[in-house]
């Protein structure tokens, strides 16, 4: 009985396939099992050449392994000694900031230990507070000016809301079509701002601050308004200084000559940004500036979107603050610097690209730009042309395009 199964049938003596599986369900299913170990008993043995050709192809493989997880290992040594040095210079640099040049800032910021540790990059902790003294306070804006422009802010909001009376003196000579569309833009843009840090959109911890801010700053300036490109500016600011600090320095900023220029959309302005520019292209990158020629690549197809930004929305975000940090020290002039330091970059890349490729690439730069290597692209970008620096460049092509205005004659160069 023990030989039947539980129909009354005898059960059959296993198959010689069903031995040869069962023995091979107890091997280790491995390299070493297929290269070392003997064959089965029901197979041929393996001739001693083959023998002896699978221990030297496993004893390679075993040499491969253990050489990448040499290199694994001394890779990520490699990173913790940077990361560990990272630290260490940071600590150092917020030290000195934090003793040294802060305490001292009118004496000291222009110096040249100070200028240097400014090209380094701001630590994180200080970046807000060097930020704030670098724009300064032109405008004399007070914490207690921006709580009436936000409250003013609010009451608007409420009263487009409701459909009710907007009576603001400043927006007198605005249609409430345009406020609308103003403050839906604002909204839309939110939407849009950094959305990978999921922080400034509806519900996240920095949207009301974000929002406060645009809406308090179309109060204050109502012949600017809100344009889009200005939620990135206010939302790097928002991630280094508080709400009405914020504030201050993100209207300050954009009463900057450039910034005011773009966002009021001053299109002979504009156009004279983009020949100062395009004079010192020519100058750093002779044979690319050539190239864009060709084929009719002006600045303003990829510059615009870098300016209003301020490099924000093309840049990683702590890159684009290492950016800030120089723009702060340097003006505007460090912001088309960049932009040669970003062509410099891909120079080779671009030179085989037609009008759209290269549009397309520099308006989607790539993400993984290495922060060193861009600055030192940067740093070999020299603003000086037949001995004019950019300020001189630029105050010359304003003469000019205002004497072309004004009918003068045509300019010299």
């Not at 997880?69 to 600590?91: D, V, Y």
């Not at 724009?135 to 003013?152: K, M, P, Q, S, V």
């Not at 645009?214 to 109502?222: E, F, I």
Request: proline share 6%; aromatic share 10%.
């Amino acid at each position: 009985m023990e030989n039947e199964d539980k129909v009354g049938q005898p059960s059959r003596p296993p198959s010689p396939k069903q031995n040869v599986r069962k023995n091979l369900d107890f091997e280790p299913l491995s390299t070493t099992a297929l290269i070392l170990e003997d064959r089965p008993a029901n197979l041929p043995a393996k001739p001693a050449e083959e023998a002896q050709k699978h221990r030297q192809q496993y004893e390679e493989m075993v040499a491969q392994a253990r050489k990448r997880e040499l290199k694994e290992a001394q890779r990520r040594r490699r990173q913790l000694e940077e990361r560990c040095r990272l630290e260490e210079s940071i600590g150092h640099a917020v030290l000195t900031w934090n003793n040294e040049i802060l305490p001292n800032w009118e004496t000291m910021w222009s110096s040249r230990k100070v200028r240097d540790l400014w090209w380094q990059g701001i630590p994180p902790s200080v970046r807000g507070r060097v930020w704030s003294l670098a724009i300064g306070n032109e405008l004399n804006i007070t914490h207690e000016l921006f709580d009436i422009c936000l409250a003013r802010a609010k009451e608007r909001w409420r009263s487009l809301s409701t459909g009710g009376p907007d009576g603001e003196s400043e927006d007198a000579g605005l249609p409430v079509a345009d406020r609308e569309a103003s403050l839906e833009l604002i909204k839309l843009d939110i939407s849009r701002t950094f959305p990978s840090l999921c922080i400034f959109q509806q519900g996240g911890p920095y949207h009301d601050m974000l929002h406060s801010i645009l809406g308090a700053y179309t109060c204050y300036r109502p012949d600017v308004g809100y344009v889009q490109g200005m939620s990135f500016i206010a939302a790097v600011l928002i991630l280094n200084l508080d709400t009405a600090d914020a504030f201050i320095a993100f209207s300050n900023l954009l009463n900057k000559p450039c910034q005011m220029a773009f966002f009021r959309v001053d299109h002979g302005l504009m156009l004279t940004y983009f020949a100062a520019f395009e004079v010192f292209f020519e100058e750093n990158l002779p044979k690319l500036f050539a190239h864009f020629k060709k084929n009719n690549l002006t600045p303003d197809i990829y510059l615009i979107d870098w300016i209003f930004t301020l490099y924000s929305k093309s840049l990683p975000l702590d890159l684009a603050c290492r950016v800030w940090d120089v723009f702060c020290r340097d003006g505007e002039e460090f912001l088309f610097r960049t932009a040669l330091g970003v062509l410099r970059l891909f120079q080779d890349v671009l030179a085989k690209m037609d009008f759209i490729h290269m549009a397309q690439f520099l308006t989607r730069l790539p993400e993984d730009l290495p922060p060193e290597e861009f600055f030192a692209s940067i740093a070999t970008i020299q603003m000086q042309s037949r001995n004019k620096k950019w300020a001189q460049v630029l105050t010359a092509l304003q003469k000019d395009s205002r004497e072309m205005e004004r009918g003068g004659p045509s300019p010299r160069h």
